[in-house]
């Protein structure tokens, strides 16, 4: 199992990542994050785990671009919460939350890929047709079915007499007048 990579947070307030030997931005962190690399922040003085500071950091920088997660009114909840009670309770929830979102994102892109996969997008809407072709050849038999009862007995006005002017008799007659 590969050990956890070490960022060092120096007194200049640079962060220093020993598995590349190079500084690195509160960005780099971020795809860090999405990479789900695991890693740890200590500061280079103390050798204080500063993790979640760095990652509070991150939070706020992205929070003041343009597409903030946050609502003010979430974040003033939030806030409320800090030495309540309920403060532990909520700290649960949240992660709870965000664990089941989470589930549900990947099992929904799970599903996507599996739909799409490698294949062209027409060959998935031939997947998405091969599903639903039990239900249209119903519907299809169903139709059929109902034509050929339909044929079978046509209505009173349709039914021919001999002074039905269509039948092959009286077009005859008519002609030999």
Same mark, same amino acid.
């Given at each position: 199992?590969?050990?956890e990579?070490?960022?060092?947070k120096?007194?200049?307030?640079?962060?220093?990542?020993?598995e590349v030997s190079?500084?690195?931005?509160?960005?780099?962190?971020?795809?860090?994050?999405i990479?789900?690399?695991?890693?740890?922040?200590?500061d280079k003085?103390?050798?204080?785990?500063?993790?979640?500071?760095?990652? @509070?950091?991150?939070?706020?920088?992205q929070?003041?671009?343009?597409?903030?997660?946050?609502?003010?009114?979430?974040?003033r909840?939030?806030?409320?919460?800090?030495?309540?009670?309920?403060?532990?309770?909520m700290?649960?929830? @949240?992660?709870?939350?965000?664990?089941?979102?989470?589930?549900?994102?990947?099992q929904?892109?799970?599903?996507?890929?599996?739909? @799409?996969?490698a294949?062209?997008?027409?060959?998935?809407?031939?997947?998405l047709?091969?599903?639903?072709?039990?239900?249209?050849r119903?519907?299809?038999?169903?139709?059929?079915?109902?034509l050929a009862?339909?044929?079978?007995?046509?209505?009173?006005?349709?039914?021919?007499?001999?002074?039905?002017?269509?039948?092959?008799?009286?077009?005859e007659?008519r002609?030999?007048?």
């Amino acid at each position: 199992m590969p050990s956890e990579r070490i960022i060092k947070k120096y007194p200049n307030r640079r962060l220093y990542d020993t598995e590349v030997s190079r500084y690195i931005t509160l960005e780099n962190i971020r795809q860090l994050v999405i990479a789900n690399e695991d890693f740890k922040v200590v500061d280079k003085r103390s050798g204080r785990d500063i993790t979640r500071s760095i990652l @509070l950091q991150v939070i706020s920088e992205q929070e003041e671009g343009g597409n903030p997660i946050f609502r003010t009114e979430v974040l003033r909840n939030i806030i409320r919460f800090y030495g309540d009670s309920m403060q532990s309770t909520m700290s649960s929830y @949240l992660e709870l939350s965000l664990e089941f979102f989470n589930e549900q994102q990947s099992q929904f892109r799970g599903r996507l890929r599996r739909l @799409l996969g490698a294949n062209t997008p027409l060959a998935a809407l031939r997947e998405l047709s091969q599903d639903q072709l039990p239900i249209w050849r119903s519907v299809r038999r169903e139709f059929l079915s109902n034509l050929a009862r339909r044929d079978a007995s046509p209505p009173q006005e349709l039914q021919t007499t001999d002074e039905d002017p269509d039948t092959p008799d009286s077009h005859e007659a008519r002609s030999s007048d």
